[in-house]
């Protein structure tokens, strides 16, 4: 499409109307500048052919800037919303241009109440799982199913060996808002997610609905089929409930790629940022689209996934490195004859988040791959943080910890509705990241403060309950007595409103499960007091070093009230996980030298039975290893957080 250098008002921006005369013809329109003018605005949706041409004088326009506040922030006043069952179709109605009627003012309170209770009874923030089948590579490597689904609560069954190699289930419970099992279609999650926000966005609502979840989970899967879904809703309520009361649907399709913003449907041009003088975020010269049909809409998703940026994971050979946001803007001239710029009413966000995948898979990876692992885990880590000072009414809301943040910064004020999907593979072999993912998720439930009354307790701290498959005794089985000391010691909250508890569950990309974490303990070294010992007195050592733990420990890392600068808040939090990461590492490290110095005195024993258990140990000892390599791993990555062109 032609441009040119030509000035343009700061408030203006590419507007796209469908021809619907013409399939996959583009007009473009300018909308005019901010507070109006330009009368431009006569040929918007429905018109036909002849009124969608470009002006008279053939001027090209320009890209402009859409300021995604601005110059639609002025809502409409409460009440405004007519409904007039028999009308005409909004399409093509040339009655656009004239006011509302055929509606009495008692109708159109009743009308309006209906709707706000319908808005009252659909919960702030929303969080469901939904499982996917195996897939045949899953299959291939006989990897099991350990996810069980009863109602809304889904229990994960982790299997562990212990260090003398006997295995055992370890449970883990979560419930959340609802949880759809790999059976639920597509059109079932649309029903159990975006459905019910729909009619809120024509009631001044801005609602984000986002998956998340490790690479080739399902999030595109889950994602892709929404927006069309939800497009074909709104156009239905424009069509009937809301017809010919001025409304139109925009579109846009944009990514956010190494914290840079790229149009995915103006070949991925890449856009800047903008904040202006009343905090507000504008992307400029982002491409809009008013649609009137949902092939239309079609179109415009399939041309802008075929834009996004994929690469490969080892999970997911065309995985998303990017985020994908599909907005679906409700805007609204309520008389087009006073050529006013419609406005905004509301707004559906779709975010196809990139894979969580951890440092820690990255490890084969190039670095281009690993930073962009570090920038993913950073905008997660952000957002969490949005939602959770958001459900808060926070006053300040962490919005510059990341692009993808700042880009929400207004689904996130006022009337707002969110609505997260984690999506999980039920292999065994995913296990971590789907214990990962389901504490993301069990954190951002547990952040809204209407959850935390209503809330079983069972998912408050994915209560485990862990069933030993085949019994034995080790120094080291410790996965089933620390974390629950470590609860009872401390449960006050860190300056981040998390309790220690939760606080015991580091953030996704950090994620340390075989280490209790939460309360740091001092071990205290256990002296050799006898010199012929057996596998059975050891015991009591192991006994005596867990009482000791419990009562030493160091407080965990204490931090300054807070700030108010956003980026502090980020730095703080990765500067606390790092804390806790580290503290973990010590732990292990402790516990090594523990053990080691119990096989030494397993060794002067030298009694006949102490073999296998020295070789128990000694397997012990290697998995420990192992944990502190992949400690060392997250350290690395969280230098890549830390970084200052990170940060
Ligand atoms: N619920 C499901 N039912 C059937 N197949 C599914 C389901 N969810 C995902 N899949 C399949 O699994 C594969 C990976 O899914 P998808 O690409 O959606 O993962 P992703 O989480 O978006 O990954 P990434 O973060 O790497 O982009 C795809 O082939 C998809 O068709």
């Known amino acids: 499409m032609p441009r040119s250098s030509s000035h343009h008002q700061r408030q203006s921006s590419d507007t796209f109307i469908f021809d619907t005369t013409s399939r996959g013809r583009w007009f473009q329109q300018e909308l005019g500048s901010y507070g109006g003018g330009g009368g431009a605005f006569q040929g918007w949706l429905g018109t036909r052919s002849s009124s969608l041409r470009k002006n008279d004088d053939d001027r090209v326009f320009t890209s402009g800037l859409l300021d995604l506040h601005s110059f639609n922030t002025e809502l409409l006043p409460e009440g405004q919303i007519f409904f007039d069952e028999s009308a005409e179709d909004i399409l093509g109605d040339s009655r656009l241009g004239t006011k509302f009627r055929g509606l009495s003012e008692s109708q159109v309170l009743r009308s309006s109440s209906t709707d706000k209770e319908r808005a009252n009874n659909v919960a702030k923030i929303k969080v469901v799982v939904r499982k996917r089948p195996l897939n045949k590579k899953e299959i291939a490597k006989k990897e099991e199913d350990i996810i069980t689904i009863d109602s809304n609560s889904l229990t994960v069954h982790e299997r562990k060996l212990k260090v003398d190699l006997t295995e055992y289930v370890e449970k883990h419970e979560f419930v959340f808002d609802a949880v759809l099992n790999e059976g639920v279609s597509n059109d079932n999650v649309y029903a159990e997610t975006v459905e019910p926000v729909v009619p809120l966005i024509f009631q001044r609502t801005k609602a984000t609905c986002f998956a998340y979840g490790q690479t080739g989970s399902g999030k595109t899967y889950t994602m892709q089929p929404l927006p069309l879904k939800a497009s074909q809703d709104i156009l239905r309520l424009m069509h009937h409930t809301y017809r010919n009361q001025g409304f139109q649907l925009n579109v846009s399709f944009f990514e956010i790629y ?78 087009l004859t ?58 300040h809301i962490p919005f510059r910890g990341s692009k993808l943040t700042e880009v929400l910064r207004d689904s996130f004020v006022g009337d707002s509705r969110t609505v997260m999907i984690s999506c999980i593979s039920p292999s065994s072999g995913s296990c971590e990241h789907t214990l990962n993912t389901l504490r993301y998720a069990d954190r951002v439930k547990s952040l809204s403060k209407g959850n935390n009354s209503k809330r079983d307790p069972v998912s408050s701290s994915n209560v485990r309950d862990s069933t030993v498959l085949n019994s034995g005794s080790s120094i080291l089985s410790q996965d089933d007595t620390f974390e629950d000391e470590a609860t009872n010691v401390y449960n006050e909250k860190n300056r981040f409103g998390w309790s220690k508890q939760l606080e015991r569950e580091p953030s996704p990309p950090m994620i340390v499960d075989r280490v209790p974490s939460g309360p740091i303990y001092e071990q205290d070294r256990i002296r050799k007091t006898n010199k012929r010992v057996d596998g059975s007195q050891l ?22 009230a807070n700030h108010s600068v956003p980026d502090d808040d980020l730095n703080a939090l990765l500067k606390e996980e790092e804390d806790l990461v580290t503290a973990h590492r010590r732990q292990v490290e402790e516990t090594i030298d523990i053990v080691k110095e119990e096989m030494n005195l397993l060794v002067e024993a030298d009694q006949p039975g102490n073999h296998t258990i020295l070789s128990q140990k000694a397997a012990g000892i290697l998995q420990l290893q192992t944990q502190l390599a992949q400690f060392q791993r997250r350290l690395n990555e969280y230098n890549v957080f830390m970084s200052p062109g990170n940060l």
């Open 258 to 335: 190494g914290g840079k913003v790229f149009d995915l449907l103006n070949d991925r041009k890449k856009l800047f940022m903008r904040e202006d003088g009343k905090q507000q975020v504008c992307i400029v010269g982002l491409q809009e689209y008013v649609v009137a049909k949902v092939e239309t809409i079609k179109e415009l998703i399939e041309k802008g996934n075929a834009a996004r940026s994929t690469g490969t994971t080892g999970a997911n050979e065309e995985s998303s490195r990017s985020h994908a946001i599909l907005q679906l803007c409700i805007k609204r001239s309520t008389d």
């Open 338 to 395: 006073e050529s006013k710029p419609a406005r905004i009413v509301g707004k559906l966000s779709f975010i196809d988040l990139a894979g969580s995948e951890r440092g820690a898979d990255t490890t084969d990876n190039d670095k281009q791959t690993r930073i962009e692992g570090a920038e993913i885990n950073k905008s997660l880590l952000a957002l969490k943080e949005c939602i959770r000072a958001l459900d808060n009414d926070q006053g």
């Open 539 to 560: 015991s009591s050592l192991e006994d005596k070093r867990k009482i000791e733990s419990c009562v030493k420990h160091v407080n965990p890392p204490q931090f300054e």
